[in-house]
């Protein structure tokens, strides 16, 4: 089992001592996160990234604004923030309600800022292997994931599911890249993919992003492969207080069987996302003193 909170946690710990290191510098690197309208998941995922970020030593702010903003009140929050010496990098989440414009609010944001690298420049930069961009924190957190357990990259056949701009398409250029920990053979699957099972059978790593409850199961994959769950998903379980439970895309009890590593959820991806965003964050502060 691939411990993905373990593994966070050290990189947590990692950033904490760099912002440690920053101070001695007279810096304090600073997130700013920008929340829309009160959709739960997303109230939830910012307030564990405040969490985070304050544990680190860092400087985290919570820009909080009605679902009713216009686009253009947005817009001018994003220059106040790529404007304000204190905040290093900030990220607006996502979704946004219907009525706003998300890629317009990407374009605005400062790039050496947009510590969630979705930027076109920083995309284009992640795409040509430029290092001085900033990659998204999910799929640079499953490359983490893979590095820190010494997972073979090199020449291993890579399989994607899901072509997404902030899961699917940035794990594949990763993987591409002329670098450690990447020079993979990518495959990306999709929803328009026939026969899945015959791609995802020739994976050595397998990388599951569909958002689909249980779709890998364990006959559509090669013995001794390595699988990332990054799939979050919501189900109903009435043993459950809740009466809900997290499962990821992988069919666990099947999948463990055949595959090597495999990560679980909750406590595979979904940690690193944050921690790595930590990281983008503390790059990008250092860069502003460098
Ligand atoms: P998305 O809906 O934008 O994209 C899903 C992709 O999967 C699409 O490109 C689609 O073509 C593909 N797909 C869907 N069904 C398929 C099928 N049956 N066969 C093959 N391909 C199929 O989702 P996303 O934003 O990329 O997120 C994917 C999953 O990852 C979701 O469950 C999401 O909650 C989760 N996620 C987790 C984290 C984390 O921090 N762990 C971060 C981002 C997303």
Do not use: W
């Not at 373990?6 to 690197?29: F, H, K, N, Y």
């Not at 817009?75 to 706003?100: C, E, K, T, W, Y």
């Not at 374009?107 to 900033?134: A, C, E, Q, Y």
């Not at 398409?169 to 495959?187: D, F, R, S």
């Amino acid at each position: 089992m691939i411990d993905g909170a373990a593994i966070a946690r050290t990189i947590r710990e990692e950033v904490a001592r760099d912002v440690a290191a920053l101070s001695v510098r007279g810096m304090q690197p600073g997130l700013a996160v920008v929340l829309v309208g009160d959709d739960p998941a997303s109230t939830v995922y910012v307030r564990n990234k405040d969490k985070a970020c304050t544990g680190a030593g860092m400087h985290g702010v919570t820009v909080r604004l009605p679902a009713s903003i216009s686009q253009q009140q947005l817009l001018s929050q994003v220059d106040d923030l790529n404007a304000d010496p204190a905040i290093h990098g900030f990220l607006v989440q996502m979704p946004l309600p219907r009525h706003l414009d998300a890629d317009a609010v990407i374009r605005r944001i400062d790039p050496k800022k947009d510590v969630d690298g979705f930027h076109p420049v920083n995309v284009g930069k992640m795409l040509i292997g430029d290092t001085d961009g900033f990659v998204p924190a999910t799929p640079a957190g499953v490359r983490e994931l893979l590095a820190r357990s010494d997972v073979e990259t090199d020449g291993q056949h890579c399989v994607i599911i899901g072509r997404s701009n902030i899961v699917g398409k940035p794990m594949a250029a990763i993987m591409l890249q002329n670098q450690p920990g990447a020079n993979a053979t990518v495959t990306v699957c999709h929803s328009r993919t026939k026969s899945l099972p015959e791609f995802t059978r020739r994976a050595d790593i397998l990388i599951v992003a569909a958002g689909k409850a249980n779709m890998l199961r364990g006959d559509m994959v090669k013995p001794g492969a390595v699988v990332i769950d990054v799939g979050i998903n919501r189900v109903n379980d009435e043993s459950a207080p809740s009466g809900h439970r997290l499962v990821g895309d992988v069919e666990f009890d099947s999948v463990r069987e055949v595959a090597s590593k495999l990560t679980p959820v909750p406590g595979g991806v979904g940690p690193m996302t944050i921690a790595m965003l930590l990281r983008n964050t503390v790059r990008a502060a250092e860069r502003a003193i460098s």
